[in-house]
């Protein structure tokens, strides 16, 4: 059964930066498409970066210049580089992963492996 774990929480002040790590097992991690998402509280969890088994990437315009998505395929693992972080960055970030293909990035319901959520705290 596929499992994703991440890893990278932390807490920063506006300007600074963290990066996010999230290990796959269980499923062909070469052949997936990807994304990261978060969710601060409400029920709204929002794609922010995407990648494909072919290293295309796409941002969400709020992360866009900041973030960037990327994957080692021989290690299975996932990455979220986040720089100049703002206090309206601050949520429980997860990683999700889905073998068929997914076409940018899009909503929840499109991948079918999920981390546990990792959170980022930024403060002003």
């Known amino acids: 059964k596929g499992r994703m774990v991440e890893s990278g929480e932390g807490s920063v002040q506006a300007g600074g930066s963290l990066r996010l790590s999230c290990t796959a097992s269980g499923f062909t991690f070469d052949d997936s498409d990807m994304g990261w998402f978060r969710q601060a509280p409400g029920p709204e969890r929002e794609g922010v970066a995407f990648i494909s088994r072919d290293d295309i990437t796409e941002y969400a315009d709020s992360v866009k210049g900041r973030f960037t998505i990327s994957k080692d395929n021989t290690k299975n693992t996932l990455y979220l580089q986040m720089n100049n972080l703002k206090p309206e960055d601050a949520a429980m970030y997860y990683c999700?992963?889905?073998?068929?293909?997914?076409?940018?990035?899009?909503?929840?319901?499109?991948?079918?492996?999920w981390g546990q959520g990792t959170q980022v705290t930024v403060s002003s």
């Open positions: 999700a992963a889905d073998t068929k293909n997914i076409v940018g990035l899009g909503p929840r319901d499109w991948y079918m492996y």
